[in-house]
């Protein structure tokens, strides 16, 4: 019998997680969208809703995360890559958890509790060591996964004993965490990348770079997660999103985005980051109660940030990974437009009167659909094939 090791998929740490979290995008979508229009009771009393979230943020987007950190930790600590059965472990833990999960309360709810729970623990056990041994400034990586493994353990516990209020501020929690990685994580590569571009094309304009904004906004993002958790006023709630969008949007300027139109690849990674102050002040206004087409803000940060950074991290990083020219397919552009389209169609249509809330969803979702379709089918192969430089991993 062959080791893990020799299996292409479990090569390396962003192969079989890239591989789960693009599935899960495809496939939990659609679910939704047929739950919805059949009006299923998915999870018996609890509200349905519940699920849908908690898969996109816990099946789809932390697959993803924990595809990245087993990516960039090694280059991180200079380490050996993570490959063979610890990877195995890691990924049949992730596969258990949808599985049981989706069963609700009803079904085997203390496995799908406790395979759900030992997701994030696993990864840490994994990306740990390197990191404490090296001291490396990544070190808040852990912090981060702490706060997620802690929001889903309090929201696994509201289900559990029917407190949707409760669980609905804990799913809340965790997208505030996602949005600090993406600004800490965001705020490298994105201008790191935009430079090497710009260079490469003989540019010789600086991107600008303010040191106090650079330590403000991770401080600005615990603030606005804090702010969520402990329940603040909406007036107050508002006041730190519209603070955080313009720190945000003030960044982003100095970043020359308008320069960056002719790379998919480039410009994907600076439309995600404008999701940011975008739904900082979508969310302001719901809040202040002044812009009812606001209300869907969730939405700008669940697919417009998160979403499209994901692809845009998950695209970039198996090109590179493999061996390959960092240059998308044509088919992987019409998916990063796809899924913008996704996020406008959901948060700004329903309130235009143009279609029906219902026939919005079924666009959103299909926009949706279509853009996880094309990943997993361009990127299926490259995640599943060894590397075309002939190398490990």
């Known amino acids: 019998m062959r080791s893990p090791a020799t299996w292409t998929v479990f090569s390396y740490g962003f ?25 299923f009771a998915l999870w018996g009393s609890a509200p349905p809703m519940l699920w849908h ?77 390197p990191i404490l041994r090296e001291r490396n400034r990544n070190m808040v990586m852990l912090v981060v996964l702490a706060a997620l493994w802690g929001s889903d353990a309090v929201f696994l516990y509201a289900v559990s004993v029917g407190q949707p209020e409760l669980a609905n501020r804990m799913l809340r929690f965790a997208l505030d965490v996602l949005l600090l990685l993406i600004t800490i994580i965001g705020g ?6 935009t430079s090497n571009a710009l260079r490469r094309q003989g540019e010789t304009i600086a991107l600008r770079s ?7 906004l991770p401080a600005m993002m615990l603030l606005n997660a804090a702010a ?15 603070l955080a969008a313009l720190l ?41 109660g002044i812009a009812e087409f606001a209300q869907f803000w969730l939405h700008a940060f669940g697919i417009g940030a998160v979403a499209t950074m994901i692809v845009a991290v998950m695209t970039r990083a198996s090109l590179g990974h493999t061996g390959r020219p960092l240059v998308v397919a044509r088919p992987i552009a019409w998916a990063y437009g796809l899924l913008t389209l996704a996020a406008l169609c959901r948060v700004l249509l329903p309130h235009t009167g143009v279609l029906s809330y219902p026939v919005v969803l079924l666009l959103a979702g299909g926009l949706w659909t279509a853009a996880f379709a094309i990943l997993v089918a361009v990127y ?12 490990a991993g």
Do not use: C, N
């Open 248 to 288: 945000h949007a003030w960044r982003l300027a100095g970043w020359r985005s308008l320069r960056v139109g002719g790379e998919p690849i480039l410009w994907v990674l600076h439309l995600a980051y404008a999701w940011l102050p975008l739904g900082f002040v979508l969310k302001a206004l719901a809040l202040w």
């Open 53 to 129: 979230a908690h898969e996109m943020l816990f099946g789809f987007a932390g697959a993803a995360v924990a595809g990245f950190l087993l990516t960039a930790v090694p280059s991180w600590t200079s380490s050996r890559g993570f490959a063979g059965w610890p990877l195995v472990a890691l990924a049949l833990m992730w596969v258990a958890a949808r599985a049981l999960l989706l069963a609700g309360p009803e079904g085997p709810w203390l496995w799908a509790v406790l395979a759900d729970l030992a997701f994030l623990p696993l990864l840490a056990a994994l990306i740990a060591p």
């Open 380 to 391: 299926g192969p490259i995640l599943t094939q060894p590397r075309v430089d002939g190398r």
């Open 210 to 216: 303010v040191p106090w904004l650079e330590r403000a």
């Open 188 to 193: 490298r590569i994105v201008p790191a990348f």
């Open 15 to 39: 192969r079989p997680l890239f591989l789960a979290s693009g599935v899960s995008a495809l496939l939990v979508v659609p679910v939704w969208l047929w739950v919805q229009w059949h009006q």
């Open 228 to 242: 969520g958790v402990l329940g603040l006023m909406p007036q107050g709630l508002a006041s730190v999103a519209l």
